[in-house]
């Protein structure tokens, strides 16, 4: 994200702000908003053109008075208008409106739409990904018809960024929850399997949550994904906590990855190659020797990041009888018993 200067620090905004904390009484407040309402209608009415600072500065007070629970009913023209600028500061406000301010149904959304695919094929990545948060945000079905097709490609693009890439999957995903009919893979398909391969762990994360989605409603179309999920899984909890630095918790490497992963092969059936359900077995056996062995930390995050993998993995795989003859860790009935106790005792 670009840094922000000195110089955007709007100084109107905070006197406003301080004015509002300022107020005695409920009465007192609502005079002072009302002030601040005429005086910024007369500034976007006034026959003197605005630059993009008192713009974004104008529609930010409309948005915190918006926050403080009025109603607000002007200012969506200078909010669009903004998304046209150059600066990071002002389109990103812009888009903050937008997202918090305009419905779905509004006349502006066809003229928001035309700003979004300006952002979106300017392959500036911090422009890109407010045009794509903004999209889940508002997921309107005019927004899935405009960009269901288009962010797919973005998604799977080799010269995307990362940063954009994990945007374009949770943006992806939203359109599919609100729209599933307009949000259709077809040739995007294979590769949008094949980002479980990819190198960067928070690209993988927010494609998992795609995949996942997409594969309850369409398994055959993702079957795919299977030997990929396991071979991910496998390097994961092989792994020690120092391979995986930057997504460890507590000594536990990436365990909201974990889940996910075992959570999107509980949509198949046991896999049938017996490579891929032999390396999904010591998966499952590794995950319970784990939970066995001393913890390396006495914080809470530790066993509930453990006991997280580990209830996912038992209740997901070996309790649901999914491979019942498989698994051959001689104490799995006691940490089973383990994994229930300690979950009645975290319920009572």
């Known amino acids: 994200m670009p840094a922000v200067s000195k ?5 109107g905004l905070a006197v406003f702000i301080s004015d509002i904390r300022n107020c005695k009484s409920k009465e007192a407040e609502i005079k002072r908003i009302n002030k601040e309402l005429a005086n910024i209608r007369s ?33 969506h023209m200078e909010a669009v208008n903004l998304l046209s600028s150059n600066k990071y500061t002002e389109k990103q406000i812009g888009y903050l409106f937008i997202s918090v301010l305009v419905n779905s149904n509004s006349e502006l959304i066809r003229l928001i739409n035309n700003a979004i695919k300006n952002d979106l094929s300017s392959r500036n990545p911090t422009f890109m990904c407010l045009a794509l948060h903004c999209i889940a945000n508002v997921g309107s ?43 259709l893979m077809g040739e995007w398909t294979s590769r949008v399997v094949h980002l479980l391969n990819d190198q960067h762990m928070g690209v993988v994360t927010a494609a998992i949550s795609l995949i996942t989605c997409l594969s309850q409603k369409n398994p055959d179309e993702f079957k795919t994904c299977v030997s990929l999920a396991v071979s991910r899984l496998s390097r994961i909890v092989s792994s020690a906590s ?24 509980q949509c198949y059936p046991p896999p049938e ?46 309790l649901h009888k999914r491979l019942p003859n498989y698994v051959q860790v001689p104490s799995c009935h006691s940490v089973c018993m383990h994994c229930c106790g300690h979950l009645h005792h975290r319920c009572s």
């Open 7 to 11: 110089g955007d620090g709007m100084r």
């Open 141 to 183: 079905r005019e927004m899935a018809e405009a960009f269901a097709s288009e962010i797919p490609r973005i998604l799977v693009a080799g010269d995307t960024m990362d940063s954009v890439k994990q945007s374009a999957a949770l943006c992806l995903l939203r359109l599919y929850k609100t729209s599933p009919d307009l949000v």
């Open 242 to 265: 120092t391979d995986l630095q930057d997504y460890t918790y507590y000594f536990v490497p990436a365990p909201w990855l974990s889940c996910k992963l075992l959570r999107l092969l």
């Open 273 to 318: 190659d017996g490579a891929v359900k032999g390396r999904l077995v010591e998966c499952l056996e590794t995950i319970l020797n784990k939970a066995q062995e001393p913890p390396k930390s006495k914080k809470v995050q530790h066993s509930n990041a453990k006991n997280a993998i580990l209830f996912e993995g038992c209740f997901g795989e070996v």
């Open 43 to 75: 500034k976007f009415k006034g026959d003197k053109a605005l630059d993009g600072y008192s713009k974004k500065k104008y529609v930010c007070k409309l948005l915190f008075i918006f926050l403080l629970g009025h109603d607000i009913d002007f200012g």
